[in-house]
């Protein structure tokens, strides 16, 4: 499975992003989707995980990001409101298939104060 991310940038606080991940199988096809984010000298972390029913956001983001999927587009978007300088970091398109994780380029987020 490839996964393309894009949509990352720079943007002042309070400011929005939305990013997008095209993969290259049936959204479908996944038995998980989600969103990480990693920081230098940092372990990446969550942000949004989506099994069925609700995607499960990390504390930090509820509420302010929201993440969504397009069956026609196949693909995958995490559009991230009131952003703040601690958003900042690359985030990563994440599926799982199989068993398998499969990632993203990953795309840097910069949000300046």
């Known amino acids: 499975v490839q996964l393309q991310a894009s949509g990352g940038g720079l943007v002042q606080a309070g400011g929005s992003l939305r990013l997008s991940c095209a993969p290259s199988?049936?959204?479908?096809?996944?038995?998980?989707m989600g969103w990480y984010r990693q920081v230098p000298g940092k372990e990446r972390e969550l942000v949004v995980a989506?099994?069925?029913?609700?995607?499960d956001y990390a504390d930090s983001v509820k509420g302010r990001f929201f993440f969504s999927t397009d069956v026609a587009k196949n693909a995958v978007y995490l559009k991230m409101n009131r952003l703040k300088p601690e958003d900042t970091a690359v985030y990563y398109c994440?599926?799982?298939?199989?068993?398998?994780?499969?990632w993203g380029q990953g795309t840097q987020v910069t949000v300046s104060s």
């Open positions: 989506f099994r069925s029913g609700s995607p």
């Open positions: 199988e049936s959204i479908y096809s996944f038995n998980v």
């Open positions: 994440n599926v799982q298939l199989g068993g398998s994780n499969y």
